[in-house]
């Protein structure tokens, strides 16, 4: 799936937060999206997934305004893992997975043998499984945010949107996260804080300072040392491993 963000302004009163953002990923292109705090990425993605809506310019899928699609379609194009996840109710582990099948279900239709063989699946893939029957609100941050990803995969969209999905995770999961996400195969735009984990990961990166996309290319172009110092005003050092992967040093 093609996901095409043209020209997004969003203010928050006088306070221009996106200044005219254009961002696009591929079928099955991992983008990554970089910048300081504050810069605009979570409000981006906000309003790829329909949280916001932006003051002017538009968000396509394959081509199709995302304004004109009811919820329940783009629900199945797009899942979504987000930084914060509160639930009012005290739901399972296995009910929050399973909210992940709605988009696919009819009004009251109920939940079968096949959505909840998609929920175990889904639970197994994150290394959740055994927590099933627990209360989603007693996990922990890191538990939680695998959760999430479990829902979002048994929402089985061609398109996932992340924002800073290895937050709460040990750097374990956080590598078991973005290669279960790489694995789908999916179209995944994703905003990422540690650089090396979208040097690893991304196929394209974009760059937000001040809700301006201030330059974009693969993470060999991005991740050079003059961009570092511009963006985020530290040095650094770029090498290259024995297997060709490039990391990034700071001082
Ligand atoms: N509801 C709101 N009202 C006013 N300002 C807001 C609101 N939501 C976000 N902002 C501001 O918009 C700016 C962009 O926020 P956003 O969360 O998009 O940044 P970010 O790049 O994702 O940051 P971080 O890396 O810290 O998560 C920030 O200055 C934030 O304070």
């Given at each position: 799936m093609n996901v095409k963000a043209e020209d997004i302004?969003?203010?928050?009163?006088?306070?221009a937060i996106l200044k005219g953002v254009s961002m696009e990923a591929g079928n099955r292109e991992f983008v990554g999206l970089i910048g300081p705090n504050g810069s605009g990425k979570s409000t981006l993605l906000k309003c790829v997934y329909r949280v916001l809506s932006p003051d002017k310019g538009a968000v396509f899928l394959d081509g199709k305004p995302l304004k004109d699609m009811n919820y329940k379609t783009s629900a199945r194009s797009l899942g979504v893992v987000a930084q914060h996840n509160y639930y009012n109710f005290d739901f399972s582990v296995r009910e929050v997975v399973l909210m992940g099948r709605s988009p696919h279900k009819k009004a009251l239709e109920r939940d079968n043998a096949e959505d909840y063989a998609i929920v175990a699946e889904a639970?197994?893939?994150?290394g959740m499984a055994e927590f099933a029957d627990r209360s989603f609100s007693t996990l922990s941050g890191g538990e939680q945010q695998r959760v999430i990803l479990a829902r979002a995969l048994a929402q089985q969209t061609p398109c996932l949107i992340l924002d800073e999905p290895t937050n709460h995770l040990d750097i374990t999961h956080q590598l078991q996260l973005l290669k279960i996400v790489k694995k789908l195969d999916a179209t995944v735009i994703s905003a990422i804080h540690?650089?090396?984990?979208?040097?690893?990961?991304?196929d394209r990166i974009y760059v937000l300072k001040n809700g301006e996309i201030v330059a974009q290319g693969t993470p060999r172009e991005i991740l050079t040392r003059e961009l570092i110092r511009e963006i985020y005003e530290v040095e650094s050092d770029i090498v290259e491993d024995?297997?060709?992967?490039?990391?990034?040093?700071?001082y």
């Open positions: 302004k969003l203010s928050y009163g006088a306070e639970l197994k893939t994150v540690d650089l090396n984990i979208a040097a690893m990961f991304c024995s297997k060709g992967n490039m990391h990034i040093l700071f």
